[in-house]
């Protein structure tokens, strides 16, 4: 820090020219991994041996790296360049995170890989590899790969037995994005003329129909995961499943495949279109140096760095020539894929096309995995659309609210400089007001700064209308929507009462369970004469140790349909899997069963130091008296507890209001947004519906007023619990 | 109390046998994984693993980056450093802010009180925007400085208000006496009352470890050198867009696990007693 402070004063002392510019390095931000990322590490340092350019790469979490770029770039602390799916390009647009490819040459790539980079006839980035979808066919049982839905149809009987748990073909069929091929197969369209989406069309219905057909006949496993389609593959059980190019270096040594484009639906004459991804190499709008990053982006994503992508890093280069080269032309995986890519739909890079996965989702989990028939679930979708698409509410006048505010810090000092005047001086109220504020300023200091600056910057949010970059005024128009549950009848999933109910029961289950079974091991284990209690707090003490991300992927694993623990542990006891995450009571259940690993240490601990200040005295005159041990509990026990558990009770009910982690993770809030509590519904808000953060911090300052309604109560809990102690 | 007979003590052990492997259970399958030579799965309950490796060990414990150095190593000092200063900076101020709270009298005390409580109200996921903010005015942004203040702050509320609960419940008569025999505040401070909240130092020194230990969104977002990202960040790149490489993830899971659970075996003797989350003790 001391170093950056140094250089800082030195940069602004010398003026900024004084440090040459030719000595930083150019910054590449990416979050590749394996083969991808030892060929950008190549392609670079070629870069840099041709151009003098040093290049410094970061590679980043995916999970972490879109917030980390739309929060760096705009405060000029971004990279030069960097790497990403072209889809979200209509979000870092309206940002203005990048800028305009001024040197691509139109003609180097494939044309609809530029086109997917386009925003009002404007390309930015270069196009780098493309991601497209194909048919893997394991050669030794299919000789033959179908070119036609009919043949498929045709070969499917003889190579599926799903008692045995073999399937003709496996892939992940809830996912929209596997299925869109079929829907644009089947004719259908996403948007229409005025790029709205349109759910409710014959070929919806029509691509719908027959994937439920083929998971009823059991030619597809139910509820596919990546690992399941990976694990039948390779065990020589999927004869034949769709993926991508990432898909190869998953494949088991043993296994003969090739690969092939998606067959033609019989019924229409088309293709099975999927989507065309492009990574992309972005230039950043705040890059200092944009020649030299313009040139950076374009290096990698032409001639050399092509070849390497292509060998070392297994992308299908968007480079047009890179397919003159013999090493690609002999490579069947690459040359397959490239031809997949040419029926290949570009995803479009719209913000209507970001809001258009969480319906598709709902629509085809309704259809495979509940029993909503294909032909209702396009109006499903669209319902679920209309309701995620919000327009802008008109501009509300920040005037009242300024005069608001100032009327109340009038209010509050006047109230304030009144009152002391009725009692006694300052000083003699507060004789050691000069210490108490040199103990209490470091730590006042830097939560003012970093907590509550934060805090009221979010509740201020909540009055703002944000949509691609920009805030206007609303007023309270954000809580109007939620509170009166616009669009939607407060039974559903997405309003805000059904939420809150939600809510409410999952904290009310979790604390009850978390204080029960800490409680009732704190009893046992409470006795000083039990051997081998230091070893039994420590084993069951350990939940609470485990990072609960890590808790909550953990327990999603053992929520597994086909790999999970939990119905490993049902087969071994003669029952049927289920299916935990279709239906609400069992994706509920399988949350709650999580939060209760995770938090019956805390209180377990909590209560075991309460019992220990209950004086044994008591317990021994109780005795004397003849009363019996349930008895003893009831009255000395479960009174003294209450002042020493209420408050652990306060905080855990916060904490379980507002676990974000398990929601998100384990249930990821299906069926169809059923399960999602109110922090997760504000992050979906947030972060997931094209950055609506004003309608989140809404959904924020709801969820603060909840809890401080309840605050409020617990605290009259405490009081009379208080005064019931005399 | 008499003592219980043999057949109640054998319930017992059997009951905390049978809690303990429950708990355990999910633990032996992250185990599992991490010593599995595949990603590969089976349906079945069984949590150990048929074949033993440590490849998954190896190869995260000897990641390099693109340059070659050992970032791990690099990444676990910067764990430690993070964490540990989360620690002190943490305690500093949550000790000096609770005794003052507890013992001292002041306007605005119950309000400040409660604000803290409050601000643990507010989902944290929307704070970040302006945290950057503030961090980039303050020029600590892509500075260990700057993520451990971040963390030391965010943990704040918690320990002040545990630290005050266990202050609030040590006999002043100890600090008058000290008074008297000359002693200023501070020292009383320091001499009298510290060493008396060693458990409750304890419990919260933890709490702040924990937080700056188990953190990778903010620390993600605010570095810029991979050799300083802490160990969760490293941990995340196992989780990718496509795929997600479980053995190592797993594998990765446990390393950053192991030092928390030391930890709390270290400290679980003062846990019991130093946890009082502001309440009151008998």
């Known amino acids: 820090m001391s170093r950056w402070l140094g250089l800082a004063l030195l940069a602004t002392a010398l003026s900024a020219h004084a440090a040459p510019e030719t000595e930083k390095p150019l910054k590449l931000w990416h979050a590749y991994r394996g083969g991808e990322e030892a060929a950008l590490v190549q392609a670079t340092k070629l870069f840099t041996s041709k151009s003098g350019v040093q290049v410094e790469l970061l590679a980043l979490p995916y999970d972490a790296y879109a917030a980390k770029l739309t929060n760096a770039i705009p405060h000029g602390v971004g990279p030069d360049v960097f790497i990403f ?34 925003v009002d006839g404007q390309v930015y980035g270069y196009p780098m590899s493309l991601k497209s979808l194909a048919l893997y066919v394991n050669t030794k049982l299919v000789p033959q790969p179908p070119e036609t839905t009919d043949a498929l149809l045709a070969m499917l009987p003889a190579l599926s037995d799903a008692d045995a748990g073999r399937f003709g073909l496996a892939y992940e069929s809830g996912d929209f994005y596997f299925h869109a091929g079929f829907l644009f197969g089947f004719g259908g369209e996403l948007f229409d003329a005025h790029g709205r989406a349109s759910f409710d069309t014959q070929g919806m219905a029509r691509s719908l129909a027959f994937v439920k057909d083929l998971q009823d006949q059991r030619f597809i496993p139910q509820e596919a995961s990546g690992a399941l389609v990976k694990s039948l593959f390779n065990d020589g059980r999927a004869a034949m499943i769709i993926s991508g190019p990432w898909f190869a270096g998953e494949i088991a040594p043993n296994v003969n495949y090739r690969v092939v484009g998606l067959p033609v639906v019989s019924a229409t004459n088309i293709p099975i279109r999927p989507f065309l991804g492009v990574e992309t190499a972005y230039v950043s709008a705040r890059s200092e140096r944009a020649e030299q990053a313009q040139a950076l982006a374009r290096f990698i994503s032409l001639g050399e760095a092509s070849r390497m992508r292509a060998m070392v890093g297994r992308q299908i280069p968007a480079d047009v020539a890179a397919y003159t080269l013999r090493e690609v032309q002999e490579d069947t ?42 032909q209702d679930a396009g109006a499903l979708a669209d319902r679920r659309y209309r309701a995620l698409h919000r327009e802008r509410p008109p501009d509300a006048s920040p005037l009242p609210w300024l005069g608001l505010v100032g009327a109340m810090a009038l209010g509050g000092s006047v109230w304030v400089l009144r009152r002391p005047a009725a009692t006694l001086p300052f000083k003699q109220r507060y004789p050691d007001v000069a210490q108490a504020v040199a103990y209490i300023t470091p730590a006042a200091a830097g939560v003012a700064v970093l907590v509550f600056v ?14 691609a970059g920009e805030y206007s005024f609303v007023g309270l128009a954000n809580f109007v929507d939620i509170l009166a549950s616009r669009g939607y009848s407060i039974t559903e999933p997405l309003s805000f009462y059904f939420t809150l109910a939600v809510t409410l029961l999952w904290a009310v289950v979790n604390v009850v369970l978390h204080v029960s079974i800490g409680l009732f091991l704190a009893l046992l284990l409470k006795d000083p004469l039990l051997k081998l209690r230091g070893v039994y707090r420590v084993l069951l003490i350990i939940p609470w140790a485990v990072p609960n991300y890590i808790t909550a992927l953990m327990w999603k694993g053992m929520f597994h349909r086909q790999f999970g623990a939990i119905n ?136 603060f007023v909840v809890l401080l309604i309840w605050s409020a109560f617990t605290k009259r809990l405490m009081r009379s619990s208080s005064e019931v102690m005399g | 109390m008499n003592r219980p007979s043999r057949l109640k003590m054998a319930a017992i052990h059997a009951g905390l046998t049978l809690l303990c492997m ?89 309000g400040g009180m409660q604000a803290l409580l409050v601000t643990q109200m507010f989902p944290a996921t929307l704070m970040m925007v302006p945290i950057y903010s503030i961090l980039q005015k303050l020029h600590l942004l892509d500075s260990l400085t700057g993520l ?95 795929k997600v490489e479980w053995g190592k993830f797993a594998a990765g899971a446990l390393i950053v696990s192991a030092p928390v659970m030391a930890l709390f075996f270290a400290l679980q003797k003062h846990l019991v007693g130093g946890l009082t989350a502001g309440g009151v003790k008998g």
């Open chain 1, 85 to 118: 799916n072209h889809e979200r390009l209509r979000n870092f647009h309206a940002m203005h995170l990048v800028a305009p490819a001024s040197g691509l040459a139109r003609e180097d790539y494939f044309p609809n890989a530029v086109e997917a980079l386009e």
């Open chain 1, 333 to 374: 995986l690459i040359s397959s894929f490239r031809e997949a890519a040419r029926h290949a739909t570009p995803m479009p890079n719209t913000l209507e096309m970001a809001r258009v996965w969480e319906p598709m989702k709902l629509a085809l989990r309704a259809v495979l995995q509940g029993g909503t028939a294909p």
């Open chain 1, 454 to 467: 934060p805090f009221a910057v979010g509740l201020s949010l909540s009055l703002f209308h944000h949509e």
């Open chain 1, 568 to 703: 490993g542990l049902l087969v071994a006891l003669d029952l049927e899997p289920v299916s935990w995450f279709t239906r609400f009571s069992t994706a509920f259940a399988a949350n709650v069963a999580t939060n209760t690993w995770l938090g019956f240490p805390f209180m377990m601990v909590v209560a075991l130091g309460a019992l220990q200040s209950i004086p044994q005295e008591l317990y021994e005159a109780a005795e004397v008296d003849g009363a019996s041990k349930w008895t003893q509990f009831r009255r000395i026990t479960l009174p003294l507890l209450r002042p020493a558990m209420l408050p652990a009770v306060i905080l855990g009910s916060v904490w379980t209001f507002n676990m974000f982690n398990i929601i998100y993770l384990v249930s990821g809030g299906e069926p169809g947004g059923g399960t999602d509590i109110l922090v997760s519904e504000a992050y979906r808000w947030a972060f997931q519906r094209n950055e609506q953060y004003g309608f989140a911090a809404a959904y924020s300052v709801l969820i």
């Open chain 2, 22 to 110: 429950a708990t355990l259970y999910p633990v032996l399958w992250v185990v599992k994984m991490a010593l599995s030579p595949t990603d590969g799965l089976a349906l079945t309950a069984n949590p150990f693993p048929e074949t033993v490796t440590l490849e998954h060990f190896r190869q995260v414990l000897s990641g390099t980056d693109a340059a070659g150095r050992w970032v791990f190593g690099r990444q676990l000092l910067a764990s430690i450093v993070v964490a540990g200063a989360t620690t002190l900076v943490g305690l500093t101020l949550a000790v000096s802010a609770a005794y003052a709270l507890s013992r001292f009298r002041f306007p605005g005390k119950d």
């Open chain 2, 148 to 242: 451990v203040l971040v963390y030391a702050t965010t943990a704040l509320p918690f320990c002040i208000w545990n630290l005050k609960g266990y202050f609030d419940t040590l006999p002043r008569e100890l600090e008058e006496a000290a008074v008297m025999d000359g002693a200023s505040t501070f020292q009383v401070f320091v001499r009298v009352v510290l060493p008396l909240a060693r458990p409750a130092l304890a419990v919260t020194a933890l709490f702040s470890f924990m937080t700056a230990w188990n953190e990778f969104i903010l620390a993600a977002t605010l570095l810029n050198d991979p050799s300083r990202f802490t160990l969760p960040v490293a941990l995340q790149r196992f989780v990718g867009e496509h």
